[in-house]
């Protein structure tokens, strides 16, 4: 497929914005998640998964997949110009992020034509919710010694063990499932396979965890003696931690493929400077006091080198000695500085910064608290800054591995 | 926040760069970087002539005066190039000298200078004085009309590559206005120039005393024009340090990647630490945020508003993130960090340097909320 013309992508975000303008769904009366991993209540749960369904029928889901698994079947160009357009309009987020954006790019670079044409449209119409299962208990950013098991038993696994953090726990149809095959492996990495199981069958149990802010948005997902199809298993068996790894970089973007990725709306940083005209430093509106404006000024830097990174990426000369460099880099750069901006938002409200979600004189509904504490999911989930900070180092500079 | 920031590269900035930074790599190992800074001169005349006849120096001169009417943006590239490998030469001070000209020079000083710049002609600008103001404004020197002929008075600081150059441009106060005075450095007196000894060795730079010079009236700028000049330059040259503080922080973070991949200590690569390896990737990060910001104000330099904040925000950026990239460069050296012969002094050295010249980060955050709070 050849890729469209500037001038075609350009009309095409025309035709999504003014089509967001005229459905963007009315402000319910309780607090939108700002990012996928925040779905806590079945309101906020049937709110967003009316909004993508929407958002599919009008075109603008998996416009980049195949027509005969649900997609619109146009070049992968025009999804991300929509995606993006719904991020630059703040509009609600895409809520079946691991099916849309991980599971669903994976099935179309290595799946079968059967499990494209069972899994693909309800991911697509957000029909069937998908979950991950990578991290467990006692193996987080070591999510290479996971120790959930699958035990192969004729044309059957069977799983037994734990997984965490699992988003959308509590609602998913399917998880993505990393579990290890075999105890006895050379290496750590080679006994593990990888998954697409059903949250459905018999011995899978998922319990709420209450979140730092109190809300709920997490499960972990226990496994006792759960029996899946050996038609589940994606890719050859131990071969699973090459298929995770795949995985990661839809996450991180430095794949493409993705149904929808607008699945974490950035807060609205401008609303710092309303915040700092509003609030009150000596009798005089914050924004006067000098410190305060260096470091406004330095919050609006970084979000703008950030939003130039994402353009730099398309301009190969200043990209091609280390394509991988802002791809690798992008999550860390955008959780850090969220995590920071909403920290930075609570020290400007003076003696309101003691206000919380549920106070009605909290500014802004006590917005910037929820979003820093919320914030810490993006920089620990999907591999923490840390991590990240390590895969830069090894992938993007060559140091050897820690 | 705001999101009207942009970036485009053209196919004259690729081919410049791609140009620049193979140049730059063969005629500037570390050893010639070196052995200019024990010289006098301080860069290779050879090497000199050889950028221009790359065309290097009438990149953003009009074609009615000899160039190719490219602009800043087409120089970015090249003085990034220049930077990551520490090259010696009045560069800059010449593109800034030759921007000067073209905006506040008189029809006959842009039409005798700029063919000759753009051809290999040394030039430079003197602005700063005893009172180490950013602002360009700020200027004490003097040139008072008497007899027909202008007389000079006051002493400017940190005249970059004066002993080189064959014109400096001077800001001075004439008629209780700022202004600037074109000086043939064959005129100058025996003594004018004093050598500064400055932070960055590859650099030279030196005081220039006007006292007892006097030029003809021709030498002033355009009356005119002249108010924009300060401006200009203050800008063009803001984007110039960082464009070569951005390929200084490459170069550093190359240098100390490099030592993090072969030293060993407690039986490992000490690059396999991450008390090493996370602050090297925070540098890292910290300079691609800055060339993002360094190529966006090239390719809005021109514009009205935007390229005035581009660039400022490119400046902020470029000095923090090299200053912070080369600061760890030399305490991740360890102890051959702590000697004159680890390279990390001399990165750490011109990002002081450079980070201070022009307007530090908190100065040109000021300007920007100022302009934009």
Redesign the interface.
């Given at each position: 497929m050849t890729a469209p013309s500037k001038a075609e992508l350009e009309d095409y975000r025309q035709d999504v914005a003014a089509w967001l303008q005229a459905n963007r769904p009315p402000e319910p009366d309780f607090m939108l998640p700002l990012t996928f991993m925040e779905v806590g209540t079945e309101a906020q749960f049937d709110y967003l998964r009316d909004w993508q369904r929407k958002c599919y029928e009008a075109g603008y889901v998996g416009a980049g997949w195949p027509t005969e698994y649900g997609g619109g079947g146009m070049h992968q160009a025009f999804q991300d110009a929509a995606s993006k357009e719904m991020a630059?309009q703040n509009v609600p987020i895409m809520l079946n992020a691991i099916g849309l954006n991980w599971a669903g790019p994976l099935l179309l670079d290595i799946g079968c034509h059967t499990d494209r044409a069972r899994y693909l449209k309800g991911i697509l119409t957000a029909e069937d919710i998908w979950c991950q299962g990578f991290s467990e208990p006692d193996h987080g950013s070591d999510l290479g010694n996971a120790q959930t098991k699958a035990v192969r038993d004729a044309d059957e696994y069977v799983i037994n063990g734990s997984k965490i953090w699992t988003t959308h726990g509590s609602f998913a149809k399917y998880m993505i499932l990393l579990a290890r095959t075999d105890p006895d492996a050379v290496s750590k990495y080679r006994g593990l396979s990888f998954f697409l199981a059903p949250m459905h069958a018999g011995g899978v149990e998922t319990v709420p965890i209450r979140k730092l802010t109190g809300e709920h948005g997490f499960t972990q997902t226990f496994f006792t003696d759960v029996r899946i199809s050996a038609s589940c298993l994606m890719g050859e068996e131990n071969a699973g931690w090459g298929v995770a790894m795949r995985t990661l970089e839809y996450e991180r973007g430095a794949r493409g493929g993705q149904g929808n990725s607008y699945t974490i709306s950035t807060p609205d940083?401008?609303r710092i400077?309303d915040l700092?005209k509003t609030v009150q430093r000596e009798g005089k509106a914050a924004?006067e006091d000098?410190v305060i404006?260096?470091k406004?000024?330095?919050?609006?830097?970084?979000?703008?080198?950030?939003?130039?990174?994402n353009?730099?990426q398309s301009?190969t000369?200043?990209i091609q000695d280390r394509p991988q460099?802002?791809p690798l880099?992008s999550k860390?750069?955008w959780t850090e500085f969220i995590l920071r901006l909403n920290e930075f938002a609570i020290s400007l409200q003076g003696t309101k910064a003691a206000y919380y979600v549920g106070e009605p004189d909290a500014i802004d509904g006590g917005l910037w608290h929820r979003g820093y504490l919320n914030a810490f999911s993006a920089t620990i989930g999907g591999g923490t800054s840390?991590i990240q900070?390590?895969i830069?180092?090894e992938h993007?500079?060559?140091?050897?591995?820690? | 926040m705001d999101n009207q920031a942009t970036i485009s590269f053209s196919e004259e900035q690729a081919d410049l760069l791609e140009i620049a930074e193979n140049f730059c790599r063969d005629k500037s190992p570390v050893s010639s970087v070196r052995a200019l800074m024990e010289s006098d001169l301080g860069h290779a005349p050879a090497i000199w002539q050889e950028m221009a006849d790359l065309g290097w120096l009438s990149i953003a001169v009009p074609e009615e005066y000899g160039g190719v009417g490219l602009g800043m943006a087409e120089v970015v590239p090249v003085v990034e190039q220049m930077g990551r490998r520490m090259m010696a030469g009045p560069f800059i001070s010449t593109t800034l000298a030759a921007q000067a000209l073209l905006v506040g020079g008189t029809e006959a000083q842009k039409a005798d200078l700029l063919p000759k710049i753009a051809t290999g002609g040394i030039a430079t600008v003197a602005l700063s004085e005893d009172n180490a103001d950013w602002n360009l404004s700020n200027i004490a020197a003097k040139a008072d009309l008497a007899g027909g002929k202008l007389h000079l008075s006051g002493t400017k600081t940190l005249v970059a590559d004066a002993d080189s150059a064959q014109w400096i441009f001077v800001s001075v106060m004439h008629k209780g206005a700022a202004s600037m005075v074109m000086l043939r450095s064959e005129t100058l007196p025996e003594g004018a120039l004093r050598r500064e000894t400055i932070i960055d060795e590859t650099k030279r730079s030196y005081q220039l005393s006007l006292d007892g010079i006097s030029v003809p009236e021709s030498a002033l700028f355009d009356a005119e024009r002249v108010r924009e000049v300060f401006d200009h330059i203050h800008l063009a040259a803001a984007l110039l340090v960082s464009a070569e503080m951005c390929g200084g922080a490459r170069g550093v973070i190359d240098y100390t990647v490099e030592y993090l991949q072969t030293r060993k200590q407690f039986g490992k690569v000490i690059g396999s630490y991450q008390a090493l390896k996370h602050p090297i990737v925070d540098a890292h990060v910290g300079y691609e945020q800055a060339r993002s910001h360094l190529y966006s104000a090239a390719s809005n330099f021109t514009k009205q508003g935007e390229g005035e904040i581009a660039t400022r925000m490119a400046k902020a950026q470029a000095g923090e993130a090299f200053s912070f990239a080369a600061d760890r460069a030399i305490q991740f050296h360890g102890g051959f960090g702590f000697t004159y012969d680890c390279d990390a002094q001399l990165y750490r050295r011109r990002s002081l340097w450079g980070e201070n010249m022009y307007g530090d980060a908190i100065y040109h955050r000021k300007k920007l909320a100022d302009f934009l709070l």
């Open positions: 630059a940083a401008s400077f700092a924004v000098p404006r260096d406004l000024v330095q919050f609006m830097i970084e979000a703008r080198a950030l939003s130039l990174n353009q730099r301009i000369p200043l460099s802002l880099q860390l750069a840390q900070r390590n830069i180092g993007v500079l060559n140091l050897p591995k820690s | -």
